[in-house]
């Protein structure tokens, strides 16, 4: 069984930067896509990031485009999300996702597996 552990959330400033982790286990990962969703209190969980197999494409939500950088590591099976210029509209659970059968997929339901999630939490 595959299993997704994110590190590396935190209390940041407006403006500030943070560099989130996921380490995968229990899976070859490199044969999956790999997300990064959040969820801001009281709100639905929605897509942030995704990158391919490989780390040669990956697209972003309108909303990070710019200041968010998603990276993969399949030699030590990890993702990094590092995140800049920090809003406090950015403050939210974040979770790490992967998948194999929509490359590209915003949808939660094309994921198979995910983490517990990391908590950001951008003061203003």
């Known amino acids: 069984q595959g299993q997704l552990v994110e590190s590396g959330g935190g209390l940041v400033q407006a403006g500030g930067s943070l560099r989130l982790s996921c380490a995968a286990s229990?899976?070859?990962?490199?044969?999956?896509?790999m997300g990064w969703f959040r969820q801001p209190p009281g709100k639905e969980r929605e897509f942030v990031t995704v990158i391919s197999w490989i780390g040669s494409a990956a697209y972003y939500a309108d909303s990070v485009r710019g200041r968010f950088t998603i990276s993969r590591d399949n030699a030590k099976n990890t993702v990094y999300l590092q995140m800049n210029s920090l809003k406090p509209e950015g403050t939210a659970v974040y979770y790490c996702?992967?998948?194999?059968?929509?490359?590209?997929?915003?949808?939660?339901?094309?994921?198979?597996?995910w983490g517990q999630g990391t908590q950001v939490t951008v003061s203003s």
């Open positions: 996702a992967a998948g194999r059968t929509k490359w590209g997929s915003t949808s939660l339901s094309e994921y198979d597996y």
């Open positions: 229990g899976r070859t990962f490199s044969n999956y896509y």
